[in-house]
């Protein structure tokens, strides 16, 4: 039988897939790995946990499955991994979700520009991304920048330990703040200003590309960040289709035939997982996350079938009561580490229930502002695909289609960056010629969601009040 395998090393996790040509999944896997926070904001990994970690899990696909003929990588961006001129690792990973480095991000758009800056890389310095992890090493770790002769990202290092090759794929790579995202390759401009060596960069490849081999000869495709991976699961390999996923986190990200980037890099711009082809993408921090906090906050008792039920009792509207979904800041459109969520227009007869239908519409709204900008970039899409544990909900899935009015449609197999990757391992093994063949044979959309028209006038009323709201109270709030 003919087998591809797909890797996602993620935050809290590395899970893998087995699929056939017809995308059918034969086999998963999984094996967890702790966080460390040895600070305040701070967010680290071992990487060799993420190397223990894959190995578990591709000899239980291999067991469960078969060999593959082909493996694609995919896996949380950003992170910084410091290796010496032997490879080996030599402090813990900086990873996505770090906090530490907003002096370094101010002295990058101070030093390159913030106009240029967003015109080089599609992006301004945040603290997710890994230039800035590179300054802060070399401002607070002296000795280990003195040692640094190569860096990776997470799955990056994954691909070193399973090959032996330093490479990345340039849709990870745009996460860096070190490509030139239009033209696809390092940027030298961005490297001189910062002063950062390019011998110590990966080779750039497109994700479908061959990055190298295992020890048995199975191909190893350069493979994608964990978001152009997802995409590629549920279809989006070209402009038309929007990805809306509705996980902890929300985001919306739109196929884009040239770069194009925000002004104000509201939304980002990096390079898809399919050659000469862009995405624009907007993120916010808190989506699926919100209703679990909600439900962890005031309905530990109750399963989300039950808070959602009670959520569904309520109107569209939820007569005035609107939730800012930004409780653990925001990158779309605020780009506001500190901005905090808020309940506004409360009313004695608002109960859990209420509150439930609230989280649900403010973070449908967040997601429409992600949808806005990226529909001035180019085409607004007339469909969307939609992915996460929040789109098995239903009724969380038609308020998103009232909210967005789009149709979205959920795939037949939802199993997010690792069955992209798997798809992307498919097309370097030459299953299929390329990665629209590859989606083409494996994703299988199912029946559409349709805004609800009475849903749609209510939210349409509701959206200007929604997006004053921050502006109104942010001082008050911080």
């Not at 569904?312 to 005035?320: L, Q, R, V």
């Not at 939730?323 to 506001?336: I, K, M, Q």
């Amino acid at each position: 039988m003919t087998i591809f395998f797909g890797i996602d090393v993620g935050t809290s996790a590395t899970k893998g897939i087995a699929i056939d040509p017809d995308g059918t999944v034969l086999a998963r896997a999984e094996a967890d790995y702790a966080l460390s926070t040895p600070h305040p904001g701070w967010a680290e990994q071992d990487p060799e946990d993420w190397w223990r970690a894959t190995e578990t899990v591709l000899a239980q696909l291999t067991n469960d499955a078969g060999e593959p003929k082909g493996i694609g990588l995919s896996g949380q961006m950003h992170g910084l991994v410091a290796l010496d001129d032997s490879d080996r690792v030599l402090r813990p990973a900086i990873l996505w979700n770090d906090q530490r480095t907003p002096a370094e991000c101010d002295e990058i758009e101070q030093t390159i520009g913030l106009e240029k800056l967003i015109a080089l890389t599609g992006n301004r310095a945040l603290t997710g991304f890994t230039a800035p992890k590179i300054l802060w090493l070399r401002h607070h770790e002296p000795d280990t920048y003195a040692s640094i002769k190569r860096i990776a990202l997470p799955k990056d290092y994954v691909r070193l330990k399973l090959t032996g090759e330093h490479a990345t794929d340039v849709a990870d790579a745009s996460g860096t703040l070190l490509l030139d995202v239009a033209q696809r390759r390092w940027s030298e401009e961005v490297l001189h200003a910062l002063d950062i060596d390019p011998e110590w960069l990966p080779t750039a490849l497109e994700s479908p590309e061959q990055s190298g081999a295992t020890r048995q000869g199975i191909p190893v495709a350069a493979g994608a960040g964990d978001q152009a991976a997802g995409a590629l699961g549920v279809g989006v390999d070209r402009p038309g289709p929007l990805s809306i996923a509705l996980g902890t986190s929300g985001v919306v990200f739109a196929a884009q035939q040239r770069f194009a980037a925000d002004e104000e890099a509201r939304v980002h711009a990096f390079c898809h997982a399919v050659p000469n082809e862009w995405h624009a993408m907007g993120v916010m921090l808190s989506a699926a996350g919100s209703l679990a906090w909600l439900r962890n906050t005031f309905a530990a008792n109750e399963s989300y079938d039950a808070l959602l039920a009670m959520a569904d009792a309520w109107p569209a509207g939820t007569e005035n009561l609107i939730f800012l979904p930004y409780l653990a800041g925001e990158r779309t459109p605020h780009a506001d580490p500190d901005a905090r969520g808020a309940f506004a227009g409360l009313s004695l007869r608002h109960d859990r229930g209420a509150l439930a239908r609230a989280v649900l519409e403010g973070v449908a709204f967040g997601l429409r502002d992600s949808l806005d900008l990226i529909s001035e970039l180019g085409d607004k899409p007339t469909q969307g695909r939609i992915s996460g544990g929040g789109a098995r909900s239903d009724l969380w899935a038609k308020i998103a289609a009232s909210v967005l009015e789009l149709p979205l449609q959920r795939v037949a197999v939802d199993e997010g960056a690792a069955f992209g990757a798997a798809i992307l391992g498919g097309v370097a093994a030459g299953a299929w010629p390329d990665v629209q063949a590859g989606v083409k044979a494996t994703v299988r959309p199912q029946r559409e969601i349709e805004p609800d028209p009475e849903w749609v006038e209510v939210y349409r009323e509701q959206r200007p009040k929604f997006r004053k709201l921050y502006p109104a109270i942010r001082e008050a709030i911080r």
